[in-house]
């Protein structure tokens, strides 16, 4: 069976208050699933994309309910790594309004994803997959994570996949100059590298207008295809010598932003399937600006909703 984009990563129970409520005195706790290469996963299937999404689970009530969200989104989860007597990784979200920022509290040391290892993956899943789909938040979950990392990108390189890379640092997990010479590595080794413009600055020290950081990324790391996001200003690409730009949705408004960042893969993934990185470039964006208006990790949309976006007939009351 051929996939258009395999993800591999960790995912996790996210349990969250929204704004104007405090974690430490919260009457009740909301639950949801998370996790960066199952957002981007779930958020293509949405759009029409055939995906698989691999990890190690526990398997418990909790592992359970993660891969049957996951599933819900039309995602093959049938290849997961199931582990007797692991725990569930977990993170603790405070949603907030400025000037007070998100706070997040991980629970996700030890976890069955972070003891993933070759043996935990179905590799005929990997070399199947049109697309092979990794961030770097994977290989900072542990030492086996990093070497599993590379080992996926090198057997989906090696079957014919093209190969894409998002950056996403979390500084919680370790340094940036320990990202820098790690994920660095691995998108030397990508087709797509996509990327913020704070970790482009903060992780590998490029900053300037949009352009001059696509020519310095270009650079430092030689992929096809170049993706930096900019929030509210949409995103930048670089393919084959061109570049250009898909500005944001300035009426887009936030109730929660978490997630938006895998919405905006999953469009760029989307549109590399048609070989269209500008397309995908704009999907997006249009996807990430929805995902900020729903609870929760995953962009739970159809695909006529983002098209009805992008054509500019978005209307505050759909009736």
């Given at each position: 069976?051929?996939?258009?984009?395999?993800?591999?990563?960790?995912?996790?129970?996210?349990?969250?208050?929204?704004?104007?409520?405090?974690?430490?005195?919260?009457?009740?706790?909301?639950?949801?699933?998370?996790?960066?290469?199952?957002?981007?996963?779930?958020?293509?299937?949405?759009?029409?994309?055939?995906?698989?999404?691999?990890?190690?689970?526990?398997?418990?009530?909790?592992?359970?309910?993660?891969?049957?969200?996951?599933?819900?989104?039309?995602?093959?989860?049938?290849?997961?790594?199931?582990?007797?007597?692991?725990?569930?990784?977990?993170?603790?979200?405070?949603?907030?309004?400025?000037?007070?920022?998100?706070?997040?509290?991980?629970?996700?040391?030890?976890?069955?994803?972070?003891?993933?290892?070759?043996?935990?993956?179905?590799?005929?899943?990997?070399?199947?997959?049109?697309?092979?789909?990794?961030?770097?938040?994977?290989?900072?979950?542990?030492?086996?994570?990093?070497?599993?990392?590379?080992?996926?990108?090198t057997?989906?390189?090696?079957?014919?996949?093209?190969?894409?890379?998002?950056?996403?640092?979390?500084?919680?997990l370790?340094?940036?100059?320990?990202?820098?010479?790690?994920?660095?590595?691995?998108?030397?080794?990508?087709?797509?590298?996509?990327?913020?413009?704070?970790?482009?600055?903060?992780?590998?020290?490029?900053?300037?207008?949009?352009?001059e950081?696509?020519?310095?990324?270009?650079?430092?790391?030689?992929?096809?295809?170049?993706?930096?996001?900019?929030?509210?200003?949409?995103?930048?690409?670089?393919?084959g010598?061109e570049?250009?730009?898909?500005?944001?949705?300035?009426?887009?408004?936030?109730?929660?932003?978490?997630?938006?960042?895998?919405?905006?893969?999953?469009g760029?993934?989307?549109?590399?399937?048609?070989?269209?990185?500008?397309?995908?470039?704009?999907?997006?964006?249009?996807m990430?600006?929805?995902?900020?208006?729903?609870?929760?990790?995953?962009?739970?949309?159809?695909?006529?909703?983002?098209?009805?976006?992008?054509?500019?007939?978005?209307?505050?009351?759909?009736r």
């Amino acid at each position: 069976m051929t996939y258009d984009i395999v993800g591999v990563g960790e995912a996790m129970l996210r349990l969250w208050v929204p704004a104007g409520e405090r974690l430490e005195d919260a009457p009740s706790i909301k639950v949801s699933v998370a996790g960066a290469e199952a957002n981007v996963a779930m958020a293509a299937a949405r759009m029409g994309a055939r995906t698989a999404w691999l990890s190690s689970l526990p398997a418990n009530p909790l592992g359970r309910r993660a891969a049957r969200d996951i599933a819900s989104h039309g995602v093959d989860v049938g290849h997961v790594d199931w582990v007797d007597g692991a725990r569930m990784g977990t993170y603790y979200v405070e949603l907030s309004v400025p000037p007070r920022p998100i706070t997040v509290v991980y629970d996700r040391a030890g976890s069955a994803a972070a003891a993933m290892t070759s043996d935990s993956i179905a590799w005929p899943v990997v070399e199947s997959a049109r697309i092979l789909h990794l961030t770097g938040i994977t290989p900072a979950l542990s030492d086996t994570c990093r070497d599993l990392s590379e080992e996926i990108v090198t057997r989906a390189r090696a079957a014919g996949a093209i190969v894409s890379i998002d950056v996403n640092y979390r500084r919680m997990l370790w340094e940036p100059a320990e990202c820098r010479a790690v994920v660095g590595a691995l998108c030397r080794d990508a087709d797509v590298v996509i990327i913020t413009r704070e970790d482009a600055r903060d992780v590998f020290g490029i900053e300037g207008e949009p352009a001059e950081v696509l020519g310095a990324l270009g650079s430092e790391f030689g992929a096809d295809h170049l993706i930096l996001t900019a929030g509210s200003d949409g995103g930048y690409w670089a393919t084959g010598g061109e570049t250009g730009h898909c500005p944001g949705y300035a009426h887009a408004e936030t109730i929660d932003r978490i997630g938006a960042g895998d919405s905006m893969a999953a469009g760029v993934l989307v549109g590399l399937l048609d070989d269209d990185l500008e397309h995908g470039t704009a999907l997006g964006v249009a996807m990430s600006a929805l995902k900020l208006g729903i609870y929760g990790d995953q962009l739970s949309v159809t695909p006529e909703e983002v098209e009805r976006l992008m054509s500019g007939h978005g209307r505050e009351v759909s009736r």
